[in-house]
C-alpha cells in the first residue's frame, strides 16, 4: 500500500546570503526594461509594552 505524504516547499533564501542587503537592493534601469526583478514587502511586528 503506497501512501502520499503531502509535503509543503516554504519560500528559501541560499544559505550565506546576506538578505537584508540583498532583497533591500533596487532592481537597475537595465534589469526592470528586462523584468528581471522581484516586488519585496517588508512587514515587521511592533510590539508595544502594555505597562
Do not use: C, N
Not at 5 to 30: C, Y
Amino acid at each position: 500500500m503506497h501512501r502520499k505524504i503531502k509535503t509543503e516547499a516554504e519560500p528559501t533564501i541560499a544559505p550565506g546570503m546576506d538578505d537584508q542587503e540583498e532583497l533591500g537592493r533596487h532592481a537597475s534601469k537595465e534589469e526592470i526594461e528586462k523584468g528581471e526583478y522581484t516586488l519585496v514587502t517588508t512587514l515587521s511586528f511592533d510590539e508595544v509594552d502594555p505597562s
